[in-house]
T-cell receptor
Framework: ELKVEQNPLFLSMQEGKNYTIYCNYSTTSDRLYWYRQDPGKSLESLFVLLSNGAVKQEGRLMASLDTKARLSTLHITAAVHDLSATYFC???????????FGTGTRLQVFP | SAVISQKPSRDICQRGTSLTIQCQVDSQVTMMFWYRQQPGQSLTLIATANQGSEATYESGFVIDKFPISRPNLTFSTLTVSNMSPEDSSIYLCTIQAANYGYTFGSGTRLTVV
C-alpha cells in the first residue's frame, strides 16, 4: 500500500528566509504532484513532476523529484507572507491511477 | 483544461439525513475521483468512479454509506448517507486531466449537526 509522508507538518518561517518541505513515498512512482490549499478553499495545482530528476520552478517555489530515493522536495526561496498556506504532495502510483496525498505542511510566514 | 462545477458549495445537515453532491465537468473524462478532507487533515480517497461500471471504493469506505453514480462521462454524484457529525468534512471531486494532471472541484463543505 502506497504511503506518502511529508515533513515538517508545520512550518513557521520569517519573511526572506529559505526552507524546504520534504515528501517521501513508499512505492515506485514517477508521478508526483504538489498542491497549495488556502483555508476553506479547494486545491491549487503547483507542480506536476513526471520523471526522475524533474525540476520545476514558479516564482519563489521550486520542486524536484528523485524517484530512486522516492523523495520530492519543495523549496521556498525568500518567503513572503502570501505563501502562507497548506502544501500537499501527492503520488500517483498508477495501476490503477489514483492520487494518494501526504499529510500536508502548514506554512506560516511572518514579518 | 477541463472545468469542474461542484455543488452545493456548503450545507448544514441534520444527523440521520443524506446529502447528494454533484460534479459536472465541461468535457468527457474517463475517471472521476471522490475525496474527503476531515477538519485539519489531509485528503483521503473515497472511491474511483468510471462511467459504465461500479465505483471502486477504498478501504474504510462502503457503498451503503457513500453511494456514487456515474451516469455519463461528464457527471457524477456522491451521496453521504445517514449522516453523523463525524461526516463533517470537505468533499472534493477530481478528474484526471491532460498530461497526467489532476483537476479538483471547488469542494463541498458539509457540517452535520
Amino acid at each position: 500500500e502506497l504511503k506518502v509522508e511529508q515533513n515538517p507538518l508545520f512550518l513557521s518561517m520569517q519573511e526572506g528566509k529559505n526552507y524546504t518541505i520534504y515528501c517521501n513515498y513508499s512505492t515506485t512512482s514517477d508521478r508526483l504532484y504538489w498542491y497549495r490549499q488556502d483555508p476553506g478553499k479547494s486545491l491549487e495545482s503547483l507542480f506536476v513532476l513526471l520523471s526522475n530528476g524533474a525540476v520545476k520552478q514558479e516564482g519563489r517555489l521550486m520542486a524536484s523529484l528523485d524517484t530512486k530515493a522516492r523523495l520530492s522536495t519543495l523549496h521556498i526561496t525568500a518567503a513572503v507572507h502570501d505563501l502562507s498556506a497548506t502544501y500537499f504532495c501527492a503520488v500517483d502510483s498508477g495501476s490503477p491511477d489514483k492520487l494518494i496525498f501526504g499529510t500536508g505542511t502548514r506554512l506560516q510566514v511572518f514579518p | 483544461s477541463a472545468v469542474i462545477s461542484q455543488k452545493p458549495s456548503r450545507d448544514i445537515c441534520q444527523r440521520g439525513t443524506s446529502l447528494t453532491i454533484q460534479c459536472q465537468v465541461d468535457s468527457q473524462v474517463t475517471m472521476m475521483f471522490w475525496y474527503r478532507q476531515q477538519p485539519g487533515q489531509s485528503l483521503t480517497l473515497i472511491a474511483t468512479a468510471n462511467q459504465g461500471s461500479e465505483a471502486t471504493y477504498e478501504s474504510g469506505f462502503v457503498i451503503d454509506k457513500f453511494p456514487i453514480s456515474r451516469p455519463n462521462l461528464t457527471f457524477s454524484t456522491l451521496t453521504v448517507s445517514n449522516m453523523s457529525p463525524e461526516d463533517s468534512s470537505i468533499y472534493l471531486c477530481t478528474i484526471q486531466a491532460a498530461n497526467y494532471g489532476y483537476t479538483f472541484g471547488s469542494g463541498t463543505r458539509l457540517t452535520v449537526v
